[in-house]
């Protein structure tokens, strides 16, 4: 079947601009997580939703990181006013339920700030 | 919240078997130990997870001592396809939260011809 999809793979935007990720997690995962990857890094827990509320948001650096998942399905990472320090691959993981013993994680989005 | 603590880097040949040590020292008594395997340009992948003792999959073994304050993942006759890197992750499945999320820096495994 069909893994986790992220779009798009790559990204590369301008200091200031306003960029949206997407996730597209396995049918049926009730859990997602996204994630931020630095090179050479492990990757650093950003939000975590169980269907459509944000469990726990506390790994987000600041506000102007926001994440949505309004159906319980598709969910996008928003970045306002990005900053080069944002540059990072973001991870998008998905699980079947709300206990994280397996999480199926999806090729991540390259982001470029210039 | 359970820091984990492992090498950065190991070498193995062809064939072998590699074993990779977690320390995880203040492990809670409801955290499992959870590993990943990340291979460049792509999102980790589950190996294993574990409570104690020892469990086996096709891919991996991992041994959990008594005391459970550390782990090892045990990747028997290793493949030049199994350079990675290599997490190991601790906490509560039950919590669901940060803590149990928290990748680390891992072990970046080189398997050498």
């Known amino acids: 079947g069909a893994g986790v999809s992220q779009t798009p793979s790559n990204k590369v935007t301008e200091k200031g601009k306003y960029v949206e990720l997407r996730c597209d997690p396995i049918?049926?995962?009730?859990?997602l997580y996204w994630y931020r990857q630095s090179l050479g890094q492990g990757p650093e827990f950003l939000i975590y939703?169980?269907?459509?509320?944000?469990?726990?948001d506390s790994g987000l650096p600041n506000d102007r990181f926001f994440a949505v998942r309004p159906e319980g399905s598709v969910s996008t990472l928003k970045i306002q006013r990005t900053e080069r320090g944002d540059s990072a691959v973001y991870l998008c993981?998905?699980?079947?339920?709300?206990?994280?013993?397996?999480?199926?994680f999806g090729p991540g989005t390259r982001l470029t700030v210039l | 919240l359970a820091k984990t603590t492992q090498p950065i880097s190991m070498d193995s040949y062809e064939g072998q078997e590699v074993n990779i040590t977690c320390s995880h020292n203040?492990?809670?008594?409801?955290?499992?130990i959870t590993w990943y395997q990340q291979f460049p340009s792509q999102g980790p992948r589950f190996i294993i997870q574990g409570y104690k003792t020892k469990v086996t999959n096709e891919v991996a073994s991992l041994f959990i001592p008594a005391d459970r304050k550390s782990s090892t993942l045990s990747l028997p006759r290793v493949s030049l396809s199994d350079t990675a890197v290599y997490y190991c992750l601790v906490g509560d499945p039950l919590e669901n939260a940060g803590n149990m999320l928290t990748f680390g820096g891992g072990t970046r495994l080189m398997v050498k011809p």
């Open positions: 203040n492990i809670a008594t409801n955290d499992y």
């Open positions: 049918s049926g995962h009730t859990a």
């Open positions: 939703f169980q269907g459509t509320g944000a469990a726990d």
């Open positions: 993981a998905s699980s079947l339920n709300d206990r994280a013993n397996e999480q199926f």
